[in-house]
């Protein structure tokens, strides 16, 4: 058993004892854990002060003042510690050397979507044919979408491009074949425009989309003829698929246009063979086309006995599908990065 005297020697050096053991130490965790062996619950300062009971009663207050004197000198180190050890970080941080020569990390840049890219180079074959680039507004007029183009309300053919109606006069545009009409309303003949853009149907399945992209063409002039009009297909399929494939056109019913056809191409992937992308045909239909009906010339004010013209409007999807193998058309749309990396 200790003296009170002995007592207050022992509790004095758990001070340098703590400083010699703390001292070598680098980071907060190591000084924290010497801290509770000195400090805490069954830490050198409590087990001394298990001897407190046996002291006579008068001098305990003395060995208490010398126990709380250690604490606070412990407490007082730990601090210092950690200064220490902030400092020194501190330090290194500045010491380390920064070389502001080395050439900066490339940033990851985004690029044009698959369907731009595809609309922008289709666009770019037919402007070396002469064409130039028309607009037309999505949310259009009835008369425009449909009335001038030869499709009155009653007409059967309406059920044909399932329409979303903005008023009974308003819709969202369901072809971009009304750009035509708002073209030969403001411009006199000769005419070669196209006009890509966005379309809306009430339509839902992997190769339609209630939002999809057309692109329209247009050619008005004296001596244009169905010729003509194949063979302005039939270049551009050879140069946007930068192969050596042939058109079909399958004689169908638009009513703005008088012969009316289907228009299909060899199959860009299989060649014509036949594959899953053509259904084993070898042909995929990509759009509409025909001359343009007399009817039409009338309602915008063309002279149908001199001008003759072609029209056509392809899908832009379906032609980004036959270059890529795109085989669900919801992939545009989604937002994906890991499908738009790709392109
Ligand atoms: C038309 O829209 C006519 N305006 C085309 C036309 C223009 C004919 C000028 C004559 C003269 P059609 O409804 O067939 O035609 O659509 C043309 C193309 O758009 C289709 O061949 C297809 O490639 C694409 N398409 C049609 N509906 C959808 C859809 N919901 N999703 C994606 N693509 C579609």
Redesign the pocket.
Known sequence: MSTTPELIAKLEKLGDEFLAQAQPLADEQSIRAAQAQFLGKKGKVSELMKELGKLPPAERPQVGAAANKVKEKIEQLVEACLVRIANAAKQQDLARKVDITLPARPVGGGHLHLLTQVRQEAVAVFAELGFVVAEGPQIETDWHTFEALAIPKDHPARD??DTFYVSEEIVLRT???PVQVRTMLTQPPPIRIVAPGHVY?R?DDP???PM?T?L?GLAVDTDISFSDLKGTLLHFVKRFFQKDLGIRLRPSY?P??EP?AEVDMQCSFCGGSGCRICKQTGWV??????MVDPDVFKNVGIDSERFTGF?????I??MAMLRHGVND?KFYYEGDVRFLEQF
């Open positions: 044909m491009q072809h971009t074949s149907r339509d190769t339609h989309s999809f057309q329209e638009f703005f246009v009316g239909e990509i759009g509409g086309a025909g029209a056509f409007g392809m899908g999807e379906r058309i």
